[in-house]
């Protein structure tokens, strides 16, 4: 049985215990908060038994095995490192460190102490992904792809109303690129590995969080598009054009309702809709395996571990490309 805890009371940890729930062999059994009135809450409402708000102390708490993280950005490697350094494993909300360099070292440091540290990042693991990497083998040659996540954010009014959200806030090491473009990054270096060039353009709100942007990947034989928006709600999606067909995907964080459709032929389904919850079971599920099954699981944790790496220093060389610097 791995006895998890959880860092951060957001609607993400509610999703995340929900899929967690899916899984067997996993105990929800600690929470933290800044307030002990909202942990006190959140705890009776997902079943935890105990409320910190203290971390340090949560870090020496022999009874928890495991802690996810779903604080702010500019939290996540300072928050990783503690847990890690007191022997816990570590899942933590994508991005998962802001620099790349930042991650490197924590890999090393969990590989020291034979501890996991992973991304949470559904796509990875669900197996969508994988129908997906079939199909795209099925399209021919691949000149373009396009993947957008555009969505309105939930904070956006507070923005408006000359509130700075925590989304909007860069000195949380937050903002469109870190939060919705990861989503259009992943499946791109999945799919074709890590491109040759990167050039990025951003706009920018007042707080001089990014809104919104565009970013290129060019590869020797293809380009990749990625867009993103937190300030308009995109309806078109995404799609991977091949000479022999193209497949479409509406919601590329989801990888739901996706469609193959080859030239000259009918559209065909690809995958049907999936709640939420369900597909952050798949994540839950991986990292349990990774920690009571390491050795049949080395393979498959070393690939996830190396792709979190590229995907950050893209990320990285993307930011630099936009003007987008952090605090």
Known sequence: ?????????????????????????????????????????FAREWG??????????????????????????????????LFLQNGKHVICEKPITVEPEQLEELQQLAQQKQLIYLEALIGVYLPQMQVLKGAVERLGRVHLARFDFSQYSSKYPAYLRGEVPNIFNPKMATGGLMDLGIYCLYPAIILFGVPDKVDAHARFLDTGADASGCVTLQYPDKTVVLTYSK???????????????????????????MTLTPVGGQEM???????????????????????????????????????????????????????????
């Open 269 to 327: 389904p690809l995958s049907g809709p999936q709640e939420k919850y369900l597909q952050m079971s798949y994540e839950a599920a991986a990292f349990r395996d990774f920690i009571e099954q390491p050795e049949q699981n080395k393979a498959r944790y070393r690939y996830v571990s190396h792709l979190a790496l590229n995907v950050s220093q893209v990320m990285k060389r993307a930011r630099e490309e936009a003007g987008l610097y952090f605090e």
């Open 1 to 41: 049985m791995i006895r998890i805890a959880t860092v951060g009371t957001g609607w993400i940890v509610g999703e995340f215990l929900r899929g967690a729930k899916e899984v067997p062999e996993v105990e929800y059994v600690a929470c933290y908060s800044r307030t002990k009135e909202r942990g006190e809450l």
């Open 231 to 257: 300030t308009a709600q995109g309806t078109i999606g995404s799609e991977i054009q091949g000479e022999d067909g193209v497949i479409r995907i509406p919601h590329i964080s989801k990888l739901i309702n």
């Open 48 to 81: 935890a038994q105990k409320v910190y708000t203290d971390l340090e102390q949560m870090a020496q708490d022999d009874t928890i095995d495991a802690v996810y993280i779903a604080s702010p950005n500019s939290l996540h490697y300072e928050q990783s490192k």
